[in-house]
């Protein structure tokens, strides 16, 4: 099976090299001609365009920061798509852009698979990313072993849009947890508590979770907001998630608290430091 890859940003590049490690090596493209040729570098092969791309693979991924972005490349490669071909994206994007997107390919004969990860560079790197993937099940399974490199758990969610659905979920989790972890730091702090006697405790209780354990250990201990996942990222998932919420009418308590902050953060111009730097919108000067 061929592979392409377009977009070779902080996960694009290390989805590149999964694929080139399990036999899969994609034809790379980016704007920026200096991460095609560090993916070469390790067995990748460089392609000239999004056209090259198309022509030169069967399953086709896009790692792409908006939603806009990855429709515009899709959409202009329609003219090379072709029956059989599976265009699969791993970004971060709205239901409805998904849904479009399939209609369209359908009309050339090619399959098109919504595929957001959750995990970071670190998850990419080791293979073991949490893939949540809307598609038809044929498209699926034919694109399985090209997912196995790069995933550590990999769930059919449904038809197209449901994996972008489960991944705005997510998305919205994520920053409640570490708006509530930020809150309960405040509160402890104020109150004489330590955060490190908090970690301590509430890691070990009802309590925990994945983001709290890392907010307060790699963020509120360090001080050090070196971005992993930058904040305007975050942001703009959030903002997917409350429109798509507000369309269905489910959107609630902690999910406008999660968008508010983030908001805040926003305007604070902590836009390009790791997304835990909402937490400084309730400690700094706390």
């Given at each position: 099976?061929?592979?392409?890859?377009?977009?070779?940003?902080?996960?694009g590049s290390r989805f590149a090299r999964r694929l080139v490690g399990g036999g899969f090596p994609p034809a790379v493209f980016d704007i920026d001609r200096a991460t095609v040729e560090r993916v070469v570098a390790v067995?990748?092969?460089?392609?000239?365009?999004?056209?090259?791309?198309?022509?030169?693979?069967?399953?086709?991924?896009?790692?792409?920061?908006?939603?806009?972005?990855?429709?515009?490349?899709?959409?202009?490669?329609?003219?090379?798509?072709?029956?059989?071909?599976?265009?699969?994206?791993?970004?971060?994007?709205?239901?409805?852009?998904?849904?479009?997107?399939?209609?369209?390919?359908?009309?050339?004969?090619?399959?098109?698979?919504?595929?957001?990860?959750?995990?970071?560079?670190?998850?990419?790197?080791?293979?073991?990313?949490?893939?949540?993937?809307?598609?038809?099940?044929?498209?699926?399974?034919?694109?399985?072993?090209?997912?196995?490199?790069?995933?550590?758990?990999?769930?059919?969610?449904?038809?197209?849009?449901?994996?972008?659905?489960?991944?705005?979920?997510?998305?919205?989790?994520?920053?409640?947890?570490?708006?509530?972890?930020?809150?309960?730091?405040?509160?402890?702090?104020?109150?004489?508590?330590?955060?490190?006697?908090?970690?301590?405790?509430?890691?070990?209780?009802?309590?925990?979770?994945?983001?709290?354990?890392?907010?307060?250990?790699?963020?509120?201990?360090?001080?050090?907001?070196?971005?992993?996942?930058?904040?305007?990222?975050?942001?703009?998932?959030?903002?997917?998630?409350?429109?798509?919420?507000?369309?269905?009418?489910?959107?609630?308590?902690?999910?406008?608290?999660?968008?508010?902050?983030?908001?805040?953060?926003?305007?604070?111009?902590?836009?390009?430091?790791?997304?835990?730097?909402?937490?400084?919108?309730?400690?700094?000067?706390?």
């Open positions: 099976m061929r592979t392409g890859l377009i977009g070779l940003g902080t996960m067995g990748g092969h460089a392609a000239t365009s999004v056209s090259d791309v198309v022509a030169r693979a069967d399953v086709i991924f896009t790692s792409l920061p908006m939603p806009g972005d990855v429709e515009s490349v899709v959409v202009s490669a329609l003219g090379d798509a072709r029956p059989n071909h599976i265009f699969v994206d791993l970004s971060t994007i709205d239901p409805a852009t998904a849904r479009r997107l399939a209609e369209k390919l359908a009309e050339r004969g090619a399959a098109f698979l919504d595929a957001p990860v959750s995990g970071g560079p670190g998850g990419a790197e080791a293979g073991t990313l949490a893939v949540m993937v809307g598609g038809s099940a044929e498209a699926f399974a034919r694109a399985r072993p090209c997912f196995e490199t790069f995933s550590g758990r990999l769930v059919h969610c449904g038809s197209v849009g449901s994996g972008s659905v489960v991944k705005l979920a997510n998305q919205m989790l994520v920053g409640a947890h570490v708006v509530a972890a930020a809150e309960a730091v405040r509160f402890a702090r104020e109150s004489g508590i330590a955060p490190e006697t908090l970690l301590e405790v509430v890691s070990a209780a009802t309590g925990d979770s994945a983001m709290l354990r890392r907010t307060i250990k790699d963020y509120v201990l360090t001080d050090d907001f070196t971005p992993t996942f930058a904040l305007r990222l975050l942001m703009k998932d959030l903002r997917l998630y409350a429109a798509e919420s507000r369309s269905l009418g489910t959107i609630g308590p902690a999910g406008k608290a999660a968008v508010a902050a983030y908001e805040e953060a926003m305007a604070r111009g902590l836009a390009g430091l790791d997304y835990a730097a909402v937490i400084k919108t309730f400690l700094d000067g706390a």
